[in-house]
């Protein structure tokens, strides 16, 4: 089965602090997708990104940033963390081979990000 | 561009209850379909997909059919069970060049004994 890990289940920062979100899969998957949900929103997709050093904006990527400098890992930086980004984050991952869009996303267990 | 609307919850039943939750969807080309769970506290779990028009996909008594010509994923299942008490997420993936998947809202299914 695939694992997607996120490092913290619960995470409380205060406001204008760096945080990092990271995230591992262990499934060799090439694509990788942060989204944040929120309720009454849905989910809503941050970034994402194609493979190694790949990124690519997503809905609402402002106030964010991305790494991914290994195949496995790809971090979600807030830059100076505001209130407005209380919520919870999820991360996914999905192979780019196959049979394309048939592919599903696979998820960790989120973490719940606090700012205050 | 893309889009899911799926049914407003809450919805509660009774166990052994059928269930019916609505999903249609807009988008362009022959999307791939999807019907994810999530239980409380945890993340999304892919509970079945459709790749094609009249596929039928199921999982864990749960099934839906992809129809094109109505534009509609429904899922449904005919006993639930208080263990599925979740939120039913409906989502499609039309392709494009990042293969994200456009979520609906979700429906949140409470099943009491």
């Known amino acids: 089965d695939v694992k997607v890990t996120q490092s913290s289940r619960y995470l409380v920062k205060r406001t204008g602090e760096k945080v990092f979100l990271e995230c591992v899969q262990d499934?060799?998957?090439?694509?990788m997708f942060w989204y944040r949900q929120d309720p009454g929103l849905g989910l809503r997709l941050i970034y994402f990104?194609?493979?190694?050093?790949?990124?690519e904006k997503g809905d609402i990527p402002e106030g964010y940033s991305v790494s991914r400098e290994k195949k496995e890992r790809f971090s979600l930086i807030l830059e100076s963390a505001s209130t407005n980004q209380t919520s919870m984050y999820l991360c996914?991952?999905?192979?780019?081979?196959?049979?394309?869009?048939?592919?599903?996303?696979?998820f960790g267990d989120g973490t719940r990000l606090s700012i205050l | 561009g893309n889009s899911v609307t799926q049914m407003e919850g809450p919805v509660t039943l009774s166990e052994e209850a059928f269930l019916t939750i609505n999903c249609t969807y807009t988008?362009?080309?022959?999307?791939?379909l999807f019907w994810y769970v999530q239980y409380p506290g945890e993340g999304l779990q892919l509970l079945l997909k459709a790749t094609k028009a009249d596929d039928k996909g199921s999982n864990k008594g749960f099934e839906a059919t992809y129809r094109k010509e109505t534009t509609s994923f429904h899922l449904e299942k005919g006993s639930v069970q208080v263990s599925d008490s979740a939120v039913y997420f409906c989502?499609?993936?039309?392709?494009?060049?990042?293969?994200?998947?456009?979520f609906g809202k979700g429906t949140l299914l409470t099943v009491n004994p």
């Open positions: 990104s194609y493979d190694v050093k790949m990124k």
């Open positions: 499934m060799d998957h090439e694509n």
């Open positions: 996914a991952s999905r192979t780019a081979g196959g049979q394309g869009i048939s592919q599903p996303q696979h």
């Open positions: 989502a499609l993936n039309s392709g494009g060049s990042n293969y994200k998947l456009t």
């Open positions: 988008a362009t080309g022959y999307p791939s």
